[in-house]
């Protein structure tokens, strides 16, 4: 029979233990997320499907928070005419710390679906003030 105090221990390990894991907002992050509408530039918002194979939650509302270096992203031009697979583009993103991604799709031809990605990067001031001491140290 096991005692009471290797109970305790035990117990009081494996809390130790799974306070110390991290999250992704823990350290130095970016986020990515699908931009705005704009008639001027002709752009639509992208929505991000999955960021290095794993499929994005809430994609249309939150954004996806992303370690810091390179990901893989699945972006989808969700248009209701049009070939599926024309909708679909894989970008390479080298994800900077406390840098915000909003991916657009700019078109140049709606009637046959001719787009590409623009991603435009914006400083997180949250996280910079967070971590200023961490990303100067880096």
């Known amino acids: 029979m096991i005692s009471r105090k290797t109970i305790i221990l035990l117990?009081?390990?494996?809390?130790?233990?799974?306070?110390?894991?991290?999250?992704?907002?823990?350290?130095?992050?970016?986020?990515?997320?699908?931009?705005?509408r704009s008639a001027v530039r002709k752009e639509f918002p992208a929505f991000i499907n999955a960021v290095d194979g794993q499929t994005t939650f809430s994609r249309r509302y939150y954004p996806?928070?992303?370690?810091?270096?390179?990901?893989?992203?699945?972006?989808?031009?969700?248009l209701a005419d049009g070939a599926s697979y024309k909708q679909y583009r894989r970008i390479e993103l080298d994800?900077?710390?406390?840098?915000?991604?909003?991916?657009?799709?700019?078109?140049?031809?709606?009637?046959?679906?001719e787009w590409g990605p623009?991603?435009?990067?914006?400083?997180?001031?949250?996280?910079?003030?967070?971590?200023?001491?961490?990303?100067a140290q880096n």
């Open 11 to 36: 117990a009081s390990l494996a809390l130790a233990a799974a306070c110390s894991t991290t999250g992704i907002y823990d350290g130095p992050y970016a986020l990515v997320e699908g931009g705005t």
């Open 64 to 78: 996806t928070p992303v370690k810091p270096g390179k990901h893989v992203l699945d972006v989808y031009f969700g």
């Open 95 to 113: 994800a900077a710390e406390c840098t915000r991604y909003r991916i657009v799709a700019h078109y140049s031809n709606l009637t046959h679906v």
């Open 118 to 135: 623009v991603i435009y990067p914006e400083p997180i001031g949250e996280c910079l003030a967070r971590f200023a001491q961490k990303t």
